[in-house]
């Protein structure tokens, strides 16, 4: 029977399951951690601790799995989001099977620091009523992949997969915890110092964070205090891909009696349903497993997760091993071959009579035909590049930009004394953008000169109304209003210039709360 081992390593522990497949389905044999010693200062930042050497974490491996008899095992490791590189990215339509090569050239250009040596997997995102398709493209870099091979070479592993720690705990909550119809759902998988969390929509992820926790939330009440504000932060970040929605139900991987106290507690601070589930529940375990079942099941989540998909013969989200690829054209060997055996004495026969009319001619024909296959090759590569680049220049170039409108509108505004900014909204469409303005002034004077300052040729302003509100002292009057942004063309008459590249992420579009310019 099969073996396979789902482990995971950060600066203080690795974590591994040991798990059997076979006709009876999976069956977990053994979960374990092996401490990684005092770990190393980082010599960047004083108190910081970076992980043991490769190498070593390798030795340790193979001797907590020769110790409980594992050999030889198939190997699938989990990666923290903190060593990836994670990006949205927005897309023009394209069909289904020329995405991976538009994610990989887009990912190039807008990662820093990134190249052809980094591994490039990615989640496509439902983009609803947008016209364009949006990813999240995920970047494992050269030296996360060294770490990998150092460790599982060192321990005689077979590395069969490389999978996102958020997207295998997503997968097993999904499988835990049935979803409801319309359900958005909030999964939040606690792991040592950090905190994976992650958006599902209908079994689709759609945005993930993994945020640094500050002391134990499971047991320091004021930390879990500083754990609803990261949850809320996750939220207010994730609106953007909800299209303005928010989560409804959060579900917490872990199930004892911390989880349940912690759960409760998040669930009336949010108002939202919660539920907790244990990763080893529901499934089979061995009776060594069974009678030593560790306290902290819920730290295997992941592992558990990425051992269910395998099992139940389902790609993981996120594979930086076997990353998304063009899929390759259907073969047509039968054809060919049936062709050839049709045409074998006529082939032959021509060859012979070639070989000899024109053998002095044969060596520069196949060097010339070779030249001009090896031209033709190149000539259609680089005019595919060179029609995807100006497809992407010319999408581009039609964008609002809003760092441009952000500087402006800090300039054109009175000052904090005169007016308060409550809520900012920007918002994007295929005809240009707009903002919209909602706050306190100190008087009617302090409004109209706001909204006389904010109109000019490439900018309309609507006010939406305002009526005396006392209740932001020195302010006396709440207002409204709208600045309509014209699309570059319609405000200057020529398109703008290809060069012009729009520098704002997407969370730039979302709502800001409570801020003064």
Not at 224 to 239: D, H, K, S, W
Not at 441 to 462: K, M, N, P
Not at 492 to 497: E, K
Request: proline share 7%; aromatic share 4%; net charge neutral.
């Amino acid at each position: 029977m099969p073996q396979w081992l789902a482990v995971e390593w950060d600066d203080e522990e690795l974590r591994a399951v040991v798990a059997h497949a076979g006709r009876r389905g999976l069956i977990l044999k053994d979960a374990f951690c092996v401490p990684l010693g005092e770990a190393v200062p980082a010599p960047e930042e004083e108190g910081a601790r970076q992980r043991p050497p490769a190498e070593e974490i390798g030795r340790k491996l193979a001797a907590a799995l020769a110790a409980r008899g594992v050999s030889h095992p198939r190997a699938f490791v989990v990666l923290s989001r903190s060593r990836i590189e994670l990006r949205q990215l927005s897309l023009p339509p394209v069909a289904d099977e020329e995405l991976p090569d538009l994610v990989r050239f887009q990912a190039l250009r807008e990662f820093p620091q990134i190249d052809e040596e980094w591994r490039i997997d990615y989640i496509p995102v439902e983009a609803g009523t947008e016209p364009t398709r949006s990813v999240l493209a995920a970047a494992l870099p050269p030296a996360g992949r060294a770490e990998i091979e150092a460790v599982c070479g060192t321990a005689g592993l077979s590395v069969a997969r490389q999978v996102l720690r958020p997207c295998a705990a997503a997968a097993l909550a999904l499988r835990r915890v049935p979803s409801e119809p319309d359900e958005i759902r909030l999964i939040v998988n606690l792991v040592g110092e950090e905190a994976d969390l992650a958006i599902v929509v209908r079994e689709a992820l759609v945005f993930v964070r993994t945020a640094r926790v500050f002391g134990d939330p499971l047991r320091d009440p004021d930390a879990a205090e500083l754990f609803v504000g990261e949850i809320r932060r996750t939220m207010v970040a994730a609106q953007n891909q909800l299209g303005g929605g928010r989560a409804n139900r959060i579900v917490l991987c872990g199930a004892d009696a911390a989880h349940q106290a912690l759960g409760a507690m998040l669930g009336e601070r949010l108002s939202l349903p919660l539920a907790c589930f244990d990763p080893f529940d529901d499934a089979a375990l061995s009776r060594e497993l069974a009678k030593l079942r560790p306290d902290d099941t819920d730290r295997f989540a992941s592992l558990v997760g990425v051992l269910a998909d395998e099992a139940d013969k389902r790609s993981p989200a996120i594979d930086f091993l076997h990353p998304k690829r063009r899929p390759e054209p259907p073969s047509r060997k039968n054809q060919y071959l049936l062709a050839g055996a049709a045409g074998l004495l006529l082939v032959l026969w021509g060859l012979i009579f070639a070989w000899m009319t024109v053998r002095g001619m044969d060596d520069k024909i196949r060097a010339l035909q070779t030249k001009r296959q090896d031209l033709d090759r190149k000539l259609k590569e680089a005019d595919k590049t060179r029609k995807l680049a100006d497809a992407l220049d010319a999408w581009r170039a039609s964008d609002i930009l809003w760092l441009e409108e952000w500087k402006r509108l800090n300039e054109k505004v009175p000052p904090a004394k005169e007016v308060m900014l409550n809520k900012l909204t920007l918002a994007a469409g295929e005809r240009g953008g707009q903002i919209t303005l909602e706050g306190f002034a100190a008087g009617a004077e302090a409004v109209q000169t706001l909204e006389q300052s904010l109109e000019d040729d490439a900018h309309r302003l609507i006010s939406k109304g305002k009526a005396e509100d006392a209740s932001q002292p020195p302010y006396t009057i709440r207002f409204g209003s709208v600045v309509v942004i014209r699309p570059p063309e319609a405000a200057s008459g020529t398109p703008r210039a290809a060069a012009v590249r729009r520098t704002a992420s997407p969370a730039a579009r979302g709502t800001a709360e409570g801020r003064q310019p």
